[in-house]
């Protein structure tokens, strides 16, 4: 059974400070490791890593996939109150024909002024 | 970007009604639309995966009598939740994906349902 494990469950930050997010799986024939970041609705799509991809960067939020220890971490630097959110890994793994996300249950981050 | 409307955000209603919930992708084609489920401070569970034009793929425990999807065209696919009851007050969610392939899922806001 495909399983990802995010750590740690929740996180409380200054304003400013750097936080860094982890993200394990075991997963069949995968494909691909997604960031997304829920506030009160549903995911919003942050990064895809994939084997041709394993570094992203999008202003203050950064991701690195590591296929060989088979984990991915989420960085943002100079937090900010509206980084907070839960922020969820899900991996993409293909079963027969079947592609599906597999996701974890979260880090819940909260930045404070 | 990929946009992904669902519809309605909330419901409440009375044990023993059907529910409808569409999930329209906006500015894409979606072959493919997922169904999720979760509930508070747990992470999304996958209920099924609905393809266009056949019989949508239900996870393991998902009563697919109870849960009926259907996938009618390229834009839209709906999650009827039939004869609710209590037990079945959740956050719906629904994805979809930009044509064939490795791209990454696209969520609809979510519908809250709660059945009294």
């Known amino acids: 059974e495909d399983k990802v494990v995010q750590s740690p469950l929740s996180l409380v930050v200054h304003e400013g400070d750097t936080v860094t997010l982890n993200c394990s799986y075991e997963v069949t024939n995968f494909r691909s490791l997604l960031w997304y970041k829920q506030e009160k609705k549903a995911p919003t799509f942050l990064f895809m890593l994939?084997?041709?991809?394993i570094e992203k960067k999008s202003g203050r939020l950064s991701s690195i996939l590591d296929k060989k220890e088979l984990s991915s971490i989420l960085n943002i630097t100079a937090t900010q109150t509206g980084d907070s959110a839960i922020y969820l890994c899900a991996v993409g793994g293909l079963t027969g024909t079947a592609s599906k996300l597999t996701f974890g249950t979260g880090t819940r981050l909260q930045v404070t002024l | 970007g990929a946009v992904v409307s669902q519809h309605p955000s909330r419901v409440i209603c009375k044990s023993g009604t059907s529910v409808k919930i569409e999930c329209r992708s906006l500015d894409f084609q979606a072959t493919t639309m997922f169904w999720y489920r979760q509930f508070p401070k747990q992470s999304l569970m996958l209920m099924a995966t609905s393809n266009e034009g056949s019989k949508a793929t239900y996870e393991q425990g998902v009563e697919k009598d109870k849960f009926l999807i259907n996938h009618a065209s390229l834009t839209l696919s709906t999650l009827t939740v039939t004869s609710a009851h209590p037990e079945d007050s959740s956050f719906y969610i629904c994805s979809a994906r930009d044509g064939a392939g490795n791209q990454p899922q696209h969520f609809g806001d979510g519908t809250r349902l709660s059945i009294l």
């Open positions: 994939t084997s041709s991809g």
